[in-house]
């Protein structure tokens, strides 16, 4: 009877699979159209610029979201770190990234296809990670993955607001970054009016290209600018520094926090598996020759210059890689936020509203608590590293592999899996060695380690510029010259 009821079992698993597959294909897997709808319309305008559900579109998505303001502050993380350990680093955090974003795609899949056993629908409604984890690990799971997901995306678009305005100052310093701060809030408040990732295509594409060019400006300009007189190269000198910066790498290669929802914008989420990887890849083409060329130039300057564009000379082609920044950055926030609103909508009842306009005004009072924290904190660089040690750490990589380990712990869950190991690691044995071990390093190494200093160096910011703090690293005004003394004045009788 036993070897019966498992082939029942196996039956009923398969079944759910294929009815996924076949809803993926027909362009269920996404909110919006499906490819072969789309096709039926043709290639208008909309199409083009506004529904995107292809694989290209989720790997221009991925790498967009990965590289953003970050790729600002990775040459001050090389300062802290070293050349040698920068570089480790940043391609040993961007294969940790790819495995557990890996893990993230075959949990949705899973989860998708128990659902479909039950005939859920998920028409007008976007799957996020926690109801993922809800689906799979129970109510436990789910509030930790809400907690630490919501909290990294609400600091992840606070940092947008703070590289925003840090940007934007050195262009134009007549006013303080405070005040491009409550500027930029209002600007970025906009996102509000972007439905899902559905609706991303063409910002994405535009935002990868935006940071494709910043990222060679600052190598070029590196190089032409030269080393500075007297440069010198003494990272890494305390322990504090080394884990700050290798926690800021770590927040780099940690950008997929919103992997579920870029997936189930998809036409077919099953190509999602090598997407990260392969974005990950394009972008080490982007963040360790800038990351190198600016720490070669101006070597332990950086120490004091957590923005990258605040060490090169003014002129068009800075400008325009500013210019640049903050278009992506506004994207970016877009990536960041979006989330927010779908947690937002689904607690007060309105996820399933069509109506832009009117999920546009109940997203609203998402983006205060946004805009107060990013004049509160407004530390370009530190931030970065106290997020990416304290819930990066648990959100992108200590999570989904726990989760992976617990969801396939029995042998009938692993036999009916919906998503079979891969072909570089086909036993689930090296799986779970695999994800104890990314468990063990992120959780000593940069949940603690990385902690203690990144939280060590933001409460030394805090000490040295304090809370509101009007204007972060701002050169000090030139004092003007003193009065020469009046000479003797000429008496006329």
């Not at 870029?262 to 989420?269: S, V």
């Not at 695999?434 to 190494?445: D, I, P």
């Amino acid at each position: 009877m036993l070897p019966q009821k498992q082939a029942e079992e196996a039956a009923i698993v398969t079944s759910g699979v294929a009815a996924l597959n076949n809803e993926m294909e027909q362009g269920g897997g996404g909110d919006g159209k499906g490819e072969d709808e789309e096709a039926s319309h043709g290639l208008s305008m909309t199409t083009l610029l506004w529904h995107g559900g292809s694989a290209w579109d989720a790997w221009f998505s991925c790498a967009s979201n990965q590289v953003a303001q970050v790729l600002l502050t990775l040459p001050y993380s090389f300062s802290q770190l070293g050349m040698l350990s920068g570089v480790i680093l940043q391609l040993f955090y961007g294969l940790l990234g790819s495995w557990t974003a890996y893990l993230i795609s075959v949990l949705y899949i899973e989860y998708r296809a128990r659902k479909e056993k039950e005939n859920v629908s998920f028409k007008n409604h976007v799957i996020q990670w926690f109801e993922v984890l809800d689906g799979l690990l129970g109510p436990y799971w789910k509030a930790a993955g809400l907690a630490f997901n919501c909290t990294f995306l609400l600091f992840g678009s606070v940092i947008q607001l703070i590289a925003c305005a840090s940007n934007i100052y050195y262009i134009n310093d007549r006013l303080d970054k405070r005040t491009w701060t409550y500027i930029f809030g209002a600007c970025c408040a906009t996102s509000v009016f972007i439905p899902s990732f559905h609706n991303y295509r063409i910002w994405s594409f535009l935002g990868l290209g935006m940071t494709t060019y910043t990222a060679w400006y600052l190598t070029i300009a590196a190089f032409v600018h030269g080393q500075v007189e007297g440069v010198t190269h003494s990272g890494p000198t305390k322990l504090v520094l080394y884990f700050t910066g290798a926690t800021n790498i770590l927040y780099t290669f940690g950008g997929h926090a919103v992997t579920v929802e870029i997936m189930h914008a998809m036409w077919k989420p099953q190509k999602f598996k090598c997407i990260y990887l392969m974005a990950t890849v394009y972008v080490f083409t982007l963040t360790l020759p800038s990351a190198a060329a600016m720490y070669w130039s101006f070597g332990d300057q950086l120490l004091t210059h957590s923005n990258a564009f605040s060490l090169l000379p003014h002129s068009g082609w800075r400008d325009a890689a500013v210019i640049l920044m903050l278009i992506h950055q506004f994207i970016t926030f877009g990536f960041a936020s979006t989330p927010l609103y779908f947690v937002w909508e689904k607690v007060i009842g309105m996820h399933d509203t069509k109506s832009i306009c009117l999920r546009a005004l109940v997203r609203l009072p998402v983006v205060i608590p946004i805009w107060f924290l990013a004049i509160v904190f407004p530390f370009f660089g530190p931030i970065n590293s106290a997020v990416g040690a304290l819930l990066v750490s648990f959100t992108v990589y200590i999570i989904p592999s726990m989760a992976h380990m617990l969801t396939y712990r029995t042998p009938s869950a692993r036999k009916n899996a919906a998503e079979k190991p891969p072909f570089f690691l086909p036993s689930w044995t090296a799986m779970y060695a695999v994800n104890a071990f990314v468990v063990a390093w992120v959780l000593v190494v940069g949940f603690g380690l990385g902690g203690w200093a990144s939280m060590t160096n933001f409460v030394k910011q805090v000490d040295t510029f304090g809370l509101f703090a009007k204007c972060y690293q701002c050169p000090k005004p030139q004092q003007p010259p003193p009065l020469s003394a009046p000479g003797p004045q000429m008496q006329h009788h």
